[in-house]
C-alpha cells in the first residue's frame, strides 16, 4: 500500500514566525507533489504544487521537493492567523489520476 | 466561473436507502474523482474516471457505484447505505495530460449521515 505521512500536529507557531510542514511518501515512482489547505469543514483547496527537486515559491510559501528523500516540505513564511488550518500533502502515485493524501497536519498561528 | 458542484450539501437518511450524490463541473476536465473523509483517516479516494464511460476504483470502493455518461458529471451511488458510509464526501476534478494538468479542484463537500 503506497503511503503518505505527515504529523498530524497540532503545529503551533506564533504570528510572523516561519510554520515549516513535512510529509513523506513511500511510492519512489511518484511524479506530483501537491500541498492543499483545508479551512475546517470547508474543501481542500490547492495552495502548491512542485514536479522536480528543489524549491519552488509562491509569494509566502515554498515547497521544497527532495525525491531522492522522499520528502517534500512546505515552508510558510511571516504566519498569519488566517493561515491557521490543515494542510494536506497529496502525492500523484501510479498512472492515471490517483492521489494518495496524507492525514494532514492542523498548523495553528497565535498573535 | 470555474467550479465542481456537489448536491445535496447535507443529507440525513436511513439504512438501506438508495440515494445518489451529484457532482458536475464547468472546466471540460477529462478526469473526475470521489474522496471520502473521515477523522484521523485523511481523504480516501472512492473511485476515479479518466474520460466519459472510463471509470476505476480508488482504495475505498465497496459499497459504492458510480457513472461517466457525460464529460461534466460524476455521479456517486449508494445502492444501500450504511452507518459506516456516515462521512464527508468531495467529488474533484482535474484537466489531465501534463504534470501540472494532475492539479484537483473540489467541489464544496456533501456532509452525509446514515442512521
Known amino acids: 500500500q503506497k503511503e503518505v505521512e505527515q504529523n498530524s500536529g497540532p503545529l503551533s507557531v506564533p504570528e510572523g514566525a516561519i510554520a515549516s510542514l513535512n510529509c513523506t511518501y513511500s511510492?519512489?515512482?511518484?511524479?506530483?507533489f501537491f500541498w492543499y489547505r483545508q479551512y475546517s469543514g470547508k474543501s481542500p483547496e490547492l495552495i502548491m504544487s512542485i514536479y522536480s527537486n528543489g524549491d519552488k515559491e509562491d509569494g509566502r510559501f515554498t515547497a521544497q521537493l527532495n525525491k531522492a528523500s522522499q520528502y517534500v516540505s512546505l515552508l510558510i513564511r511571516d504566519s498569519q492567523p488566517s493561515d491557521s488550518a490543515t494542510y494536506l500533502c497529496a502525492v500523484r502515485s501510479g498512472g492515471y489520476n490517483k492521489l494518495i493524501f496524507g492525514a494532514g497536519t492542523r498548523l495553528a498561528v497565535h498573535p | 466561473e470555474a467550479q465542481v458542484t456537489q448536491n445535496p450539501r447535507y443529507l440525513i437518511t436511513v439504512t438501506g436507502k438508495k440515494l445518489t450524490v451529484t457532482c458536475s463541473q464547468n472546466?471540460?476536465?477529462?478526469?473526475m474523482s470521489w474522496y471520502r473523509q473521515d477523522p484521523g483517516l485523511g481523504l480516501r479516494q472512492i473511485y476515479y474516471s479518466m474520460n466519459v464511460e472510463v471509470t476505476d476504483k480508488g482504495d475505498v470502493p465497496e459499497g459504492y457505484k458510480v457513472s461517466r455518461k457525460e464529460k461534466r458529471n460524476f455521479p456517486l451511488i449508494l445502492e444501500s447505505p450504511s452507518p459506516n458510509q456516515t462521512s464527508l464526501y468531495f467529488c474533484?476534478?482535474?484537466?489531465?495530460?501534463?504534470?501540472?494538468?494532475?492539479?484537483?479542484?473540489f467541489g464544496p463537500g456533501t456532509r452525509l449521515t446514515v442512521t
Open positions: 511510492d519512489r515512482g511518484s511524479q506530483s
Open positions: 474533484a476534478s482535474s484537466r489531465g495530460g501534463s504534470l501540472e494538468s494532475y492539479e484537483q479542484y
Open positions: 472546466m471540460n476536465h477529462e478526469y
